[in-house]
């Protein structure tokens, strides 16, 4: 999952994210530029609950799924 920060999103803001993500069980990895920040989440399984709850939060611009999770036929 990639999260987009909105403009200017504070040190704390970014915090709160990262750790709900944390608190699911996924890894993060942060890219900060000059005016946004960037969140990669790294992690198994189905990543539903944790998107809709970053969709939800004020700070988070964008939220989406890299990966679609596909049956072994």
Same mark, same amino acid.
């Given at each position: 999952?990639?999260?987009?920060?909105?403009?200017?999103?504070?040190?704390?803001?970014?915090?709160?994210?990262?750790?709900? $993500?944390? &608190?699911?069980?996924?890894?993060?990895? !942060? =890219? *900060?530029?000059?005016?946004? /920040?960037?969140?990669? #989440?790294?992690? $198994?399984? &189905?990543?539903?609950?944790?998107?809709? !709850? =970053? *969709?939800?939060?004020?700070? /988070?611009?964008?939220? #989406?799924?890299?990966?679609?999770?596909?049956?072994?036929?």
């Amino acid at each position: 999952m990639i999260i987009s920060m909105r403009r200017h999103s504070t040190r704390q803001e970014i915090d709160q994210v990262c750790e709900r $993500v944390r &608190d699911f069980g996924y890894k993060i990895h !942060s =890219i *900060e530029g000059e005016e946004r /920040v960037v969140i990669g #989440v790294v992690g $198994v399984g &189905d990543v539903t609950p944790c998107l809709e !709850s =970053i *969709e939800a939060m004020p700070q /988070v611009e964008n939220a #989406v799924r890299i990966s679609a999770p596909y049956k072994f036929v």
